[in-house]
RNA sequence: GGCGGGUUGGCGGAGAGGUUACGCAGCGGAUUGCAAAUCCGUGAAGACCGGUUCGAUUCCGGUACCCGCCUCCA
């Protein structure tokens, strides 16, 4: 069996994977919270921990592997756009109004993700359902006196938890030098975090043993985590930034809540996205969602590929070139492999390479060398493993690959004009048929003008010792062809 | 202030204490009426300063610069 590799932020180390059981391989990722589209940065983790769910399914066999990723939809900024449409005078409900906006964000967030050719997780728990078990570890936790009530709120009380700092390195006295912690009159402690708070009535709320109310955020993580994959599971994975504070107050939770489990014994956290060497920021105005890109042509497929080129561990900065570049790697390998059967096993040097602590990009480096090998099975089944030149992806390759293939999708174009029916494939033919005689009778200036009128509309002609072939690139202009 | 990430050839980007990364671009050649595509070949690196070592881009220490987290912005 493939040796797995993994680097734990718990321990700062690449340590071989170890699951607790093989016949049932358990990952938990932090979802988003669902109060408007994914931005770019969103989907870093969900690719990369894409890619791990692919790996892992591989090893231990699709059925073997349970990866579960949330849905937060208890927060402020969901409350806050619904009350922005409710003060707009709509007339329903504050509930209804947030259940819109939720149902219509994982909506969007399930058609962008899939856009990227990322499986759908086994189980997407969502935070509304699970309150009843966000209640029952917060009355666990003040049992054990890790928790306190106070005025309507509910406080993890950090300092009864002597791990805590320990994921992030850092400890609970720097934190508080550090002065960044909000000081309350209802906490012991100012690093003391919330598990529960209450609501007013213009605010969706639970009834609880405190009073109407809703759940901290870190909590949602712990409880969902717990109820699906058990004290102790196998890898928990999220955003580096996660790390501090909500992966600290998620391991406090559970590890007291549950001290006979181990919790996640993996952790792994993905670097951040940048854009063109910056954090993406709604202030520095280079901030923009999956679906701005899907909606200015750039495939999903070519996303994914950009953000494999590059390690999880190591910052990813997002540029027009390299979706450049990506691009016409894809469409060569999408030409490569058209009508190729994959191999049934994914090549051992790609294998290795995603087993080396998720080497993406090594293992693309590999599969460039397949290429050129020209072990198109071997390659086609290795980038399957990747999540790449998938059926689900290949929406965009049908302008893109080769005239044969664009021919086939071509002749579903059908142009009605002068009382007869012509197809795409029909028009270019007769352009190409009238270039052939021109190039026959050394009428190349005639010749060279067919093409380069056929290029402007986004088709290209490539001459082979068999005849003209042609191919319809991205921007590829129906009106236009028939104009010529 | 505390914690963390980064710095590799023109660009992107990996691994490995000593042996070609890989891709794109470039250059030379084959092919072509010309292109495109394809094929063959090829130059080019390791922020800076020390240390360990027979030998370091790879390990250790320091410096500089860039970036992020510490603010329920992944």
Redesign the pocket.
Known sequence: MTTIRLTNTKT?AKEVFDPIDPQNVRMYV?G??VY?R?????A??VIVFDVLFRLLRQVYGADHVTYVRNF?DV???INAEAQRRKSLGDPRSLEDLIRERTEETIRWYHDDMDALGALRPTREPRATEWIGAMIAMIEDLIAKGHAYAKDGHVLFRVRSYEGYGKL????VD??I??A???VAPFKEDPMDF?LW?PSTDDLPGWDSPWGRGRP???IECSAMSHELLGDSFDIHG?????????HENEIAQSACAHPEGSFARVWMH?????VE?????KSLGNFFTVRDLLDKGIPGEVIRFVFL???Y?????W?E??AK?AE??LR?WRGLVEDVEPATTPAPSVLA?LA??L?T??G??EM??L??EGDLAGLKASAELLGLLTPQLEDWAWRAVTGRMNAELARGYVMRAQGHVETVEERISTLLQV?ADA?KDKD??K??SI?DDLLAVGV??????DG?TWELMPDFDEARLWGL
């Open positions: 700062r932090c988003p919270t408007d994914a931005h770019l940065g969103n870093r983790p937060t927060d402020d900024k992030s390195g850092r400890s720097d934190m030098a550090g960044r912690v909000e919330v708070k901290g955020w870190h999220g955003g580096i930034d996660l790390q501090f504070p909500h993905n670097e951040m996205l940048q060497g910056k954090k993406m920021s080129s590059t390690h561990s190591k910052p990813m900065d540029t070139e390299k570049q016409a790697t060569k390479a080396d602590d080497n990009a090594g693309i480096a460039h060398k290429a050129g270039r190039r190349f200036r010749a060279d093409r290209i002609v490539k001459d082979t010792p003209a």
